[in-house]
């Protein structure tokens, strides 16, 4: 059945670039594309059913019908097929020679596909996401839109068409040569010289190559580039161990070039965001801005061996991925094609790459020769030389980032050692960030997902590359969405400096197992509060999901093998913002151990959502250069981090503490035995104690935002 959207022409954009027009028929999708190198308009074809946009153009198609017939009135509306759309925001402008005012239609539950409605019908689809917005909007409608976030005065605009000068081999230091893309911008006057973005990646530098030229639409000469031994670069994957190095010799490369005008800028994300903190380590000093996401962290603090453990499912699906080829096995990777638990639960550790692929895994194999941290593992940890960093840095993560603890780890090292224009961003967001507005039963306000993400990190490049006055820098240093109040804040800081780094006290009668115990959580330590202790058993590890995601809780913390430490009901709610940490005294019979902390948020009918939680190695509490076995029995200090938060507990609700020492999908269970890791076969059973009276004062480290 023929819709008024089927007879309707929509305009597309993508990161605000003119990229065609749309037409949905009853035979298909029809696209009218752009010439990419001169910007001219193409006939119809049908839409390339390969082509990488993030708008579902399929989805859209298949439901039409329903977006049509929809009653887009009151707060809430709901189609046909069950999906929801709120009330948002709402755009006025001048449409032939009238002013109109639309409604923006935000989709919850699910990956963002926002409408844009105008007297009730459909003028535009919306999908935001971290490479800019892509979106449909009926011809001459799009001041109704979020498109108008690309018309800020100062903003490189699309002027451009993109000049392909195809594929060049950078020798590196040592001769390795890697495969390097380059895109200028076309149509720009003859001898002029440009600002770079580069980014290096491990992923096959053509994925995401039409996203990545569209900073030469605006003005940018854009670098892409594989890391050594991935898709066309010569050399073997030695997973963070030459990225500083090789990121400083293209740089060099770069800044050669006839079309450059010396100034580069980096791009990165999850490990593509290593590449770019490591090459910020490097010092080069023509490297004038970074915009680094969800970047994967140091090896001891995020990857291989998280808080001194040795990573399992996250790294191993990683590792396993890049280890059949040249390029990423996606289905390895998504753990499609290789069974999460039966690879956790493979041993000798050293060994599960033959198990799992059928092939040794030369990153896994060459990890296992260093158990310790040495110096290979020092040249692959980037705070190691944060005295180098010099570059204006744009942070950005969110509280449902696996990777946040390396997010932490960069931002530590800014403030340490005070870069300028150093700025960050968290959402309510996950790996792939701006992405939905509700996330397994947690759920936020619809400014959750915004529509200047990509706006912010072009004013990045354009503030520090191109010289233009825009304001960016001046603004907070800070930005951060408070989750369970649902709205965005800023601050002068992160931790925000109007925190209060408040205590509270763990305290039992030494009953503290699971959360039918009699652990609680205290605003003084108590004099007599009796120590707590549980059995740890390597073959029986808790296995929640590993991921840092809102999980419920409450079912493994019916274990007695979790110690469980919680608040009385809030009087009040109670907002906390910032990096957290915990101070545990404890001991273990084992000569090596691991302690597993978590913060939540119960609520009234007893859901125990996490908010917040780490790993650590107890034979690295004196520093990792420094590890030392345990002598059974004796009580030691564990000073731990936690991953960041900003999230307000409802009065009523309760503030959850718990420790133990298992989470099988983070790391693999230590054996208590102290011996090496990969090769270990044995395990013992130990008893731990955690002790919380005056002597020992275990707490955690909680900043609280006053009069939030």
Avoid at 374 to 395: A, H, I, L, S
């Amino acid at each position: 059945m023929t819709t008024y959207l089927h007879t309707t022409s929509f305009n597309f954009y993508c990161s605000g670039i003119y990229s065609g027009k749309i037409h949905f028929t009853e035979q298909g999708i029809m696209h009218a594309k752009v010439d990419v190198r001169r910007r001219t308009q193409m006939q119809d074809n049908v839409l390339d059913p390969g082509a990488k946009y993030v708008i579902p153009f399929a989805k859209i198609a298949r439901q039409l019908r329903s977006y049509e017939t929809a009653e887009w009135s009151g707060e809430e509306v709901v189609l046909d097929t069950g999906e929801v759309y709120q009330k948002h925001i709402r755009y006025e402008a001048e449409i032939s020679g009238q002013m109109q005012a639309s409604q923006v239609w935000a989709l919850r539950g699910d990956t963002a596909l926002d409408v844009v409605t105008l007297d009730g019908e459909v003028i535009a689809f919306v999908t935001p996401n971290r490479y800019g917005i892509e979106m449909i909007v009926k011809a001459g409608y799009e001041g109704l839109t979020p498109l108008t976030v690309y018309d800020e005065p100062l903003l490189s605009k699309p002027e451009y068409g993109v000049n392909d000068l195809g594929t060049f081999l950078i020798p590196m230091r040592d001769g390795i040569k890697l495969a390097t893309d380059v895109f200028l911008p076309e149509g720009i006057k003859p001898g002029t010289r440009l600002p770079a973005i580069l980014v290096r990646t491990c992923y096959d530098r053509n994925g995401k190559k039409e996203i990545f030229m569209r900073w030469a639409n605006k003005g940018y000469a854009v670098v892409s580039q594989d890391v050594r031994g991935r898709a066309d670069s010569e050399g073997e994957l030695v997973p963070f161990y030459n990225e500083r190095d090789d990121g400083y010799d293209t740089i060099d490369w770069i800044i050669a070039q006839d079309w450059s005008d010396g100034k580069v800028g980096m791009w990165g994300a999850s490990y593509l965001g290593y590449v770019v903190v490591a090459a910020a380590t490097s010092g080069h000093p023509n490297l004038k801005a970074v915009v680094d996401e969800v970047n994967v962290g140091s090896p001891f603090i995020d990857t291989a061996r998280k808080g001194g453990t040795l990573c399992s499912w996250p790294l191993l699906s990683w590792t396993l991925a890049q280890s059949v080829g040249t390029r990423t096995d996606f289905d390895i990777f998504g753990g499609i094609t290789v069974n999460p638990e039966a690879a956790v639960d493979a041993r000798p550790i050293r060994d599960i790459p033959q198990q799992m692929i059928g092939r040794t895994s030369g990153p896994w194999e060459l990890w296992s020769q260093h158990p310790e941290y040495d110096d290979f593992w020092k040249n692959c940890t980037f705070t190691e030389r944060g005295d180098q960093v010099k570059v204006p840095m744009y942070v950005i993560s969110g509280w449902y980032d696996g990777d946040s603890p390396g997010v932490s780890e960069t931002w530590r090292m800014l403030t340490e050692h005070d870069v300028p224009n150093r700025k960050i961003r968290l959402g309510a967001w996950e790996h792939g960030p701006n992405r939905a507005r509700d996330l397994m039963g947690a759920s936020f306000g619809n400014d959750a997902v915004v529509y200047d993400y990509d706006v912010s990190v072009l004013r990045w490049f354009d503030r520090f590359l191109k010289e233009i006055p825009n304001g960016i820098d001046e603004e907070p240093r800070a930005s951060y969405y408070v989750v369970g109040e649902n709205k965005w804040r800023t601050s002068e800081d992160w931790t925000p400096a109007e925190a209060v780094v408040t205590p509270f006290y763990l305290a039992s009668r030494g009953r503290a197992n699971s959360s039918l115990g009699d652990g609680r959580l205290v605003s003084q330590p108590e004099e007599n509060s009796i120590p707590d202790t549980y059995i740890y058993n390597p073959a029986d590890p808790v296995a929640d999901s590993g991921e840092r995601e809102p999980e419920n809780m409450r079912k493994h913390e019916l274990r007695s093998d979790i110690v469980v430490y919680t608040s009385e009901p809030l009087a009040d709610k109670l907002t906390i913002a910032g990096e957290l940490s915990a101070v545990i005294y404890a001991a273990s019979t084992g000569a090596d151990t691991d302690w597993v902390v978590t913060l939540s948020d119960v609520h009234e009918n007893g859901d125990s959502i996490r908010l917040s939680n780490y790993i650590v190695r107890a034979k690295y509490r004196h520093g990792l250069e420094q590890p030392q076995l345990l002598v059974p029995g004796q009580v030691e200090k564990y000073d731990i981090f936690l991953q960041n938060i900003a999230h307000t507990f409802a009065e009523g609700h309760r503030i959850r503490f718990t420790i133990t020492s298992s989470s099988k999908f983070v790391a693999f269970p230590n054996t208590n035995t102290g011996n090496n890791p990969y090769e270990d076969t044995d395990a013992i059973i130990v008893k731990q104690t955690i002790c919380h009276d005056r002597s020992y004062p275990s707490h955690i480290l909680l900043p609280v935002i006053p009069n939030a």
